[in-house]
């Protein structure tokens, strides 16, 4: 699976992800960086087939509108710290690869993997 991972989130989740045998980048690694606007994030997903990793509803409202990005991973975790986060992808990391076979959005939180229409 591919993954652009949003700028409220760590960059140490991208390289999680990398670990996992996923192509992962973040949006430090973008021409521009975290400035990156998220209709640039939603059209660079599309085209690149990635999957946006975000706690920023915006994106929700975007995919709900206008159907970007095309696929969608909502982190509803409320504030987490950073080990915290990377050990809760660490255990939902089987469950994406399925999650994403059935459905475009996805939500995490800290206790389940709800998977939307």
Sequence with gaps: M?????AQLPKRLARSLAQFGHD???TLDLP???RTPDSE???????????????DDD???????H??????????TGNINNNDLLALFDHYAGQ??????????VEMTRES???HE
Excluded: W, Y
């Design 67 to 76: 159907g970007r990005p095309e696929q969608l991973l909502l982190l509803s």
């Design 2 to 6: 591919k993954f652009l991972v949003d």
């Design 96 to 105: 994406l690869v399925e999650a994403f076979s059935e459905c475009r959005f």
């Design 32 to 34: 521009d960086t975290n």
């Design 59 to 65: 994106f929700l409202h975007s995919f709900m509108i």
């Design 41 to 55: 994030i939603a059209r660079l997903a599309s085209e690149q087939g990635r999957i946006v990793v975000t706690k």
């Design 113 to 115: 993997l709800l998977l």
């Design 24 to 26: 992962a980048i973040h």
